[in-house]
């Protein structure tokens, strides 16, 4: 009688037994599915770097590069240019004046010494005038009036190779240095 229960308990135990069985077979899958999945994240961030540095990579071997406008320009011939006038011609594109006198051509850059604006050159009054602040300048470029501290820049101007004037407009010749006399502030007909 005693011994009935122990056969039944011992039965009893084997679906147990089987889980747990079971659920030992299954630890390998289940591990190995782990480490496949670090192993396809290390991949991935390993590939992600190398993507990223190829790209770097690349870049420096084509870097980036601002074509800017040449600062010198042909501006026609000197009979284009009649004694005594303030040509405006180039303004709306270069931003300078061409200016003929008795003994040659010179060019006026348009802009204000004050803060930088484009001054307007008023013909029936023989001046150039700023619309900013009111700055005005004589038709050789001095200031006269209004804030603006010196007078306007003349940059440099050559008689090319075909016989057309040429300006280089990162060449200045400032009046207060006394550069308005070298000989490429002036191109002397
Ligand atoms: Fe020309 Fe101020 S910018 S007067």
Redesign the pocket.
């Known amino acids: 009688m005693a011994e009935t229960p122990e056969v039944e308990k011992t039965a009893a135990d084997k679906p147990k037994a089987k889980a747990k069985k079971d659920k030992t077979e299954q630890q390998p899958d289940n591990l190995y599915s782990r480490r496949d999945f670090f192993s396809f994240a290390g991949w991935a961030s390993f590939m992600g770097a190398l993507g990223l540095s190829s790209v770097y990579f690349l870049r420096l071997l084509f870097p980036r590069v601002l074509f800017e406008p040449s600062p010198i320009f042909k501006a026609g011939k000197p009979s284009d240019y009649t004694v005594g006038d303030v040509s405006t011609k180039w303004v709306k594109d270069q931003r300078v004046w061409i200016v003929r006198d008795e003994e040659g051509i010179y060019v006026i850059f348009a802009l204000?010494t004050?803060?930088?604006?484009t001054?307007r050159w008023l013909k029936t009054e023989s001046k150039y005038k700023?619309p900013?602040?009111?700055?005005g300048f004589t038709k050789i470029g001095v200031n006269f009036e209004?804030?603006?501290p010196r007078a306007l820049e003349r940059l440099k101007i050559t008689l090319g190779p075909d016989g057309q004037i040429e300006i280089d407009k990162s060449k200045k010749f400032l009046y207060e240095k006394d550069e308005w006399t070298k000989p490429e502030a002036k191109l002397l007909i």
């Open positions: 204000c004050h803060l930088g604006c001054p700023c900013c602040h009111g700055s209004g804030p603006a």
